[in-house]
């Protein structure tokens, strides 16, 4: 997966991160608080804090340890709750499985380049997947719920300004 973007829904202000499968057009919107999407966008705008922000931290502590964040898995969905686990190889090259917050683990696999892998349970039930216009269907009709939904998102630019909607889902 990778981190497609960073919004805030324009009705309800609230942040979602957008995941997307690398190999096909499937997005997983994970709805988070605003620091942790202020984090992620930072990191993916390539901008830092003027203090080591808590995700800095523990990536500093990770690195000191002389270990190393290999991937993070978003493991399973419960009533909307998103569940993930951050993996670490330490020094001596065992591996340690750490439970964590899903829009903790996303910030943390930005700092580090780290994989995010989503199981497959967790995108059958809550991921979002264009359905593929049939021959005599109109594409723009298939798409339009899908559309809606993105468009009502608005680009969080991790400053607390928001950003113009995405056109290219426009008409």
Same mark, same amino acid.
């Given at each position: 997966?990778? &981190? %497609? ?27 988070? *608080?605003?620091? $942790? @999407?202020?984090? #992620? +966008?930072?990191?993916?705008? *390539?901008?830092? @804090? ?25 493991? !399973? &969905?419960? $009533?909307?709750?998103?569940? +993930?686990?951050?993996?670490?190889? =330490?020094?001596?090259?065992? $591996? +340690? ?8 683990? #996303? =910030?943390? =696999? &930005?700092?580090? *380049?780290?994989? #995010?892998?989503?199981?497959?349970? &967790?995108?059958? %039930?809550?991921?979002? $997947? ?10 723009? %009709?298939?798409? =339009? ?6 468009? !009502? ?9 928001? *950003? ?6 426009? !008409?």
């Amino acid at each position: 997966m990778v &981190v %497609e973007s960073v919004r805030v829904h324009m009705l309800s202000s609230q942040h979602v991160v957008i995941l997307k499968e690398s190999d096909r057009d499937r997005y997983l919107p994970i709805w988070i *608080g605003p620091s $942790e @999407a202020n984090a #992620i +966008a930072m990191r993916l705008q *390539g901008l830092n @804090a003027e203090r080591p922000l808590t995700h800095d931290l523990l990536v500093s502590i990770v690195g000191t340890l002389n270990a190393s964040v290999n991937r993070v898995v978003v493991t !399973s &969905v419960t $009533e909307g709750t998103f569940h +993930a686990r951050l993996y670490v190889e =330490a020094a001596d090259g065992s $591996e +340690a499985e750490i439970d964590s917050r899903t829009s903790d683990a #996303i =910030a943390v =696999a &930005v700092r580090t *380049g780290s994989t #995010i892998y989503v199981d497959e349970r &967790v995108l059958d %039930e809550a991921g979002v $997947e264009p359905d593929r216009p049939e021959a005599g269907d109109d594409p723009d %009709e298939k798409l =339009a719920v899908f559309r809606e939904f993105i468009n !009502s998102l608005d680009v969080d630019l991790g400053g607390g300004e928001k *950003g113009p909607p995405r056109e290219e889902l426009g !008409s």
